[in-house]
Structure formats: C-alpha cells, structure tokens
C-alpha cells in the first residue's frame, strides 16, 4: 500500500492570492497525480507529475494557473495560482505504483475562495 | 475516452438494509474501482477488480466484463456507511476516469 499525507485539509483564500498544496508519500512512486472536483462533480485530472520531467497537463488545465513541482519520488506540490470563487473545490493527489494498479488518494484538500 | 454511468446518484436507506450501487462503462477496462469518499473529502479505495467478485467484510463488489458492468453491494447498512461511492475505470496505463458518485445517507 501507499500513505499519502496531503496539506492543508482545508483553507479560506482571498481572491487574487495563490494556493499550494503538498503531497508526501511513504514510499517512492513513479508517477502521481493531481484532481480537481468541483462541488457535485466527479474528480477531473489536472495534470501527471513524473519525478524529473515537467507535468502533463490535462485540456484545459495550463502550467501558469497550476504549476506543479516533483521534486523527488515521494513528494508533488500543487499551486493554484491567482485564485477566483470558481477555483473553489475539493483538489487531491493521488499515486500509481510500478506494478500495483490499486489507487492510493491523499484526505484532499477543500479550497474556498472569498 | 470511457464513459462512467452510475445509479442511482442518491441514495437513502434504512440501517440494515441491502444496498446496491450500479456502474457501467462504454469502453474495455483493465481494472475498475470502487472508492469511498467521506465528508472532508478524503478517498479511500474500497476495491479493484478486473472480473469476478471481491468481499471485504460487508462489502461486495462484482463485475461482468461482457456487459460492461459493476456493483457494490453493501449488507446490513450502517450509518456510518454514510459516503459518496465513486467508481473509476482504468484502460491500461491512462489515468482513471470516474463516475460521479452515488451520495448514501443510512438513517437509524
């Protein structure tokens, strides 16, 4: 299995402002990535964070507005960047395994947007 | 790209009634989720399956590749079942796609 710790659970943000969000996994995983769901939606794939190469970025979703870090195999960022109310949503990582296919998700990340 | 149908999107039931949430998808899947997601937002996998049928304790979970179509059965509801159950499908190597989600509310 995989532990994922995923800051912070929640935050109230002004308009204008930045968000980053941090995932930290207890063991090294090949590729992790991040999900935007709306209020009453489904998750959406923002982006796919390989460790050492830039992100791929889902249509729709643009590197200025989420830039996404990867440090290492074990730890992923995610800004949301120039914040408005309809960036309000519920924002998780999430990681694959090489050769484990069962998904492993962070608690999420709950953003409103004032 | 898959399509995810669940059903029912909400549901309300009674503890310790049988509970069924329904998945179908239009594309052929390498592997099926179902997940929990509870109020603050967390997601927890519930199971994976690629065929047949998996339990965990009350839980049940079937697929049937040919129709393109899962289940999760829940027996003797609690209300601490209380979640929104997701299902999310994987084609080989390409990133899950999910469902909605079915909100369960199990009253006393």
């Known amino acids: 299995s995989a532990v994922i710790s995923q800051k912070p659970s929640r935050d109230i943000c002004q308009r204008g402002t930045s968000l980053t969000i941090q995932c930290q996994v207890d063991s090294q995983v090949t590729m992790m990535f991040w999900y935007r769901q709306q209020p009453g939606q489904s998750l959406t794939l923002i982006a796919t964070a390989n460790q050492g190469s830039e992100a791929t970025y889902e249509s729709g979703f643009v590197i200025d507005k989420f830039p996404i870090s990867r440090p290492n195999l074990t730890f992923s960022t995610l800004t949301v960047s120039n914040l408005s109310p309809e960036d309000s949503s519920i924002y998780l990582c999430?990681?694959?395994?090489?050769?484990?296919?069962?998904?492993?998700f962070g608690q999420g990340t709950r953003l409103t947007v004032v | 790209k898959n399509e995810v149908e669940q059903s029912p999107q909400n549901l309300t039931a009674q503890e310790g009634e049988f509970i069924t949430i329904n998945c179908s998808y239009s594309?052929?899947?390498?592997?099926l989720h179902w997940l929990q997601q509870h109020p603050g937002g967390g997601i927890v996998s519930l199971f994976m399956?690629?065929?047949g049928k998996k339990k965990h304790g009350r839980l049940i979970a079937t697929i049937n590749i040919q129709e393109k179509h899962s289940s999760l059965h829940i027996t003797a509801s609690h209300p601490r079942d209380s979640a929104v159950y997701i299902c999310?499908?994987?084609?080989?190597?390409?990133?899950?796609?999910f469902g909605k989600g079915t909100r369960l509310s199990v009253i006393a």
């Open positions: 999310a499908v994987r084609s080989g190597n390409t990133p899950l796609v």
């Open positions: 999430s990681v694959d395994r090489t050769g484990v296919t069962e998904a492993f």
């Open positions: 594309v052929g899947i390498s592997a």
């Open positions: 399956l690629s065929s």
